[in-house]
């Protein structure tokens, strides 16, 4: 497997008052495609920060980011929100359902969002809500619906547009050990049946067993464990 997305000697800087916070330093790591990688790393470690550089969210203040032999960094503003757009999805702590809609209605907004051809939407958002297992619960709204199933969803609208890699941070944050590992478990299975390419951040230990790959983070760098 190649890698899919690789930084070198990326560094990312905030400003506090006076004072220079290196947020990332000389981080440079390989995403394999087809795997799931999981980001490790205590509160304030950098995985956020880390994920959101990888996602084209945010930029380094030094270094390269490469997503699929383009370099992110030399993208403009336009070409970036085109790469979220088509290649990229994201599943976040809250799962950021709309509560008016039903599990279904959720997955078909974000095809919409995503420019996915009209008469391909019902049959791709079913299939996905399908593949995460919740073909029976794609009626209910997200309050009718437990922690963990709510997460699932949002995996679904994440991996609906059918794209490159998908970014999950601190997915399992809100959730008891039961339910994170039934949805880490749905990433394995979507990485092992689909041929996706998954990378999320967790500072769980009961999360790494899954995994393909573990980076560690500490104080903004990698560390060998």
């Not at 490790?40 to 945010?58: E, V």
Request: hydrophobic share 40%.
């Amino acid at each position: 497997m190649s890698a899919i997305i690789s930084t070198e000697n990326v560094w990312r800087n905030f400003k506090s008052g006076d004072e220079i916070i290196h947020a990332l330093k000389k981080v440079s790591i390989d995403i394999e495609s087809g795997k799931l990688t999981i980001l490790k790393g205590r509160s304030g470690s950098g995985k956020t920060t880390l994920i959101n550089i990888l996602g084209a969210i945010d930029l380094p203040d030094e270094g390269d980011v490469t997503f699929d032999g383009n370099k992110i960094d030399e993208m403009t503003g336009e070409e970036r929100d085109m790469l979220r757009r088509k290649e990229m999805g994201f599943v976040f702590q809250s799962g950021g359902l709309l509560s008016n809609m039903s599990a279904y209605e959720n997955v078909e907004l974000g095809l919409r969002i995503a420019g996915f051809e009209p008469n391909g939407r019902k049959k791709r958002a079913e299939e996905c809500l399908s593949l995460v297992g919740l073909a029976k619960r794609m009626n209910h709204r997200p309050g009718e619906l437990s922690g963990g199933e709510q997460q699932r969803v949002a995996i679904a609208r994440a991996i609906a547009h059918k794209p490159k890699v998908i970014f999950a941070d601190e997915p399992t944050a809100a959730l008891d050990t039961q339910m994170g590992l039934q949805v880490v478990k749905t990433f394995k299975d979507l990485v092992q049946k689909e041929g996706l390419t998954v990378v999320m951040s967790t500072h769980d230990p009961s999360m790494m067993e899954v995994a393909d790959c573990v980076y560690t983070l500490q104080d903004g760098e990698i560390v060998n464990e």
